[in-house]
């Protein structure tokens, strides 16, 4: 198996020589953008995700600044894509809290805020 | 528990080892039947007698398969739900996961290849239903790929990583499976002095078959490794590496008995000490065996781990 021995230093040349690498859902980008400041509350919430989701495991929660349900608890997802509806909730800091189940059957979860107002 | 610094879930981690070492048998010992026993013109003298014990050892392995699966499926909906394994066991719960994941759909289409595979054998005295019995196996055990880490690689990366681990898993499985027919069958062949022939044409075909196994091994998991470690760094910070580092360190011992095998026993096979020769093939190929099961008990908690890589971006 000479042959073969050769083919494991390919293999560990490969290894070494490294790679881009994606796996699992994680959050690559949102609007309202994470962090950022908006000066209207928006109606929706969206996020992007960097693996195909699981409807029927993956939500999203949205509160306001007085800690209080503002979204309409309807998630829609769509590939790697996930959002939901905003009702009216009034300036200041909005958290917004995820949960997703990846297509390959790691659940994921994260949270981050923006903020409404002038 | 913890293994090499990897959270463990016990029971997840022993149904999914199981599961993917007796699938792997069920396909692999098929594998063999077509390339090694019986290939058209001439079939291994004498084998017809190993035909049956063969044969039940892949209806044996497809039984573990099928509940080791049926318990995968259950831990993996208590898992993705995020429910107790009582309240996820409820119909509707289960349903959803069937329907509506991917990984439930993927465990459908290997319940119709499971139900195709145990009617052709049943009736395998047809030979156009051995080869439907193999392509059934094939699909059984190849499918698994869209059930982990590959099947959401986005893009065009995760055709690649798919189609490797696909290959991966039929190529894991001719060797596993293999092994262990051809243990059984120096075993039945036995001291026979006149069973020399059997022996040598069953190995000198098992170790092409070894050999294009451990090539495809090797090829496609460093594709899958690229994809899932990225980096020599993360192959030691990460439990996902860590656990790979294990894996590939029992495939190198796997390799190591192979090249005994092939360069020094099996010419012995052809030339004098021929009984010396064939039981200690028989020894070496078992614990080769052995090493493949506890490649699978690794593979079973790396499916569970998040790969290294996704620690690259964060």
């Known amino acids: 198996m000479g042959r073969s021995s050769l083919m494991t230093i390919a293999g560990l040349a490969l290894l070494l020589a490294g790679g881009q690498a994606r796996a699992h859902a994680m959050l690559d980008h949102a609007d309202p953008k994470v962090g950022n400041k908006v000066s209207k509350a928006p109606h929706e919430v969206t996020l992007w995700f960097s693996q195909k989701l699981e409807p029927a495991f993956s939500k999203v929660t949205v509160t306001n600044a007085a800690g209080e349900r503002v979204d309409t608890g309807k998630t829609r997802v769509s590939g790697s894509q996930m959002s939901v509806s905003l009702r009216a909730g009034g300036s200041g800091t909005y958290h917004v809290e995820w949960h997703v189940l990846s297509v390959d059957t790691h659940t994921t979860d994260g949270n981050f805020t923006f903020q409404v107002g002038q | ?314």
């Open chain 2, 1 to 314: 528990m913890d293994w090499f610094g990897a959270e463990i879930a016990a029971p997840m981690v022993a149904a999914r080892a199981v599961h993917l070492a007796a699938s792997a048998i069920t396909a692999g010992v098929l594998i063999f039947d077509a390339t090694v026993l019986a290939p058209a013109p001439s079939p291994v003298p004498q084998a017809p007698s190993i035909g049956s014990q063969l044969r039940r050892v892949v209806w044996f392995a497809l039984a573990v398969s099928v509940a080791s699966g049926l318990a995968w499926f259950v831990l993996q909906a208590a898992a993705m739900s995020g429910l107790a394994l009582s309240e996820a066991i409820a119909p509707d719960m289960l349903q959803t996961v069937l329907v509506e994941t991917q990984f439930g759909q993927v465990m459908l289409v290997r319940l119709l290849c499971v139900i195709v595979l145990a009617f052709c054998l049943g009736l395998d005295r047809i030979a156009a239903l051995q080869r439907l019995a193999l392509a059934a196996a094939l699909g059984f055990v190849g499918a698994i790929a869209w059930t982990g880490h590959a099947g959401a690689t986005a893009g065009g990366e995760g055709v690649v990583h798919v189609a490797a681990d696909v290959l991966h898993l039929w190529a894991a499985a001719a060797w596993t499976g293999g092994l262990l027919a051809l243990v059984l069958l120096l075993v039945a062949l036995g001291r026979d002095p006149e069973a020399s022939s059997a022996r040598i044409v069953a190995v000198r075909r098992f170790s092409a078959l070894g050999l294009a196994s451990v090539g495809t091994l090797l090829v496609t998991g460093a594709i899958h490794s690229w994809i899932l470690v990225g980096s020599l760094r993360l192959m030691f910070v990460t439990a996902y590496g860590r656990l790979l580092m294990v894996k590939l360190a029992l495939f190198a011992l796997m390799l190591a008995l192979a090249t005994i095998n092939r360069l020094w026993l099996a010419p012995r096979l052809e030339t004098g000490a021929t009984a010396r020769a064939a039981a200690m093939l028989t020894g070496t190929a078992a614990i080769e065996l052995l090493l493949a099961i506890a490649v699978f008990a690794i593979v079973g908690a790396l499916g569970t781990q998040h790969p290294a890589a996704h620690f690259l971006n964060t």
